[in-house]
């Protein structure tokens, strides 16, 4: 399994819009991020789901200003 298929993976989630938002992140934008941006993502992955939603929803603060460039593609979504 190479790296893209394991971080869709990751994206799988306890929350059904949690796992759309995500999994739609990886197919527009996944592959055009660098190396930094790719560590970013993964650890925003690390959050649980409710505060990960929180911080996509903007119903919360974000923890660390350097997710923000994430963040944004995710509210894309």
């Known amino acids: 399994m190479n790296h893209q298929a394991r971080m869709r993976w990751r994206c799988r989630r306890g929350m059904l819009e949690l796992d759309i938002v995500l999994l739609r992140f990886m ?3 996944y592959e055009q991020l660098d190396e930094q ?3 970013l993502f993964e650890a925003l992955l690390t959050y649980p789901d409710h505060d990960l939603w929180n911080m996509i929803a903007r119903n919360t603060g974000v923890p660390d200003e350097a997710f923000r460039p994430i963040l944004r ?3 894309e979504n």
């Open 27 to 29: 197919d527009a934008h």
């Open 37 to 39: 941006q790719h560590e």
């Open 73 to 75: 593609l995710l509210q």
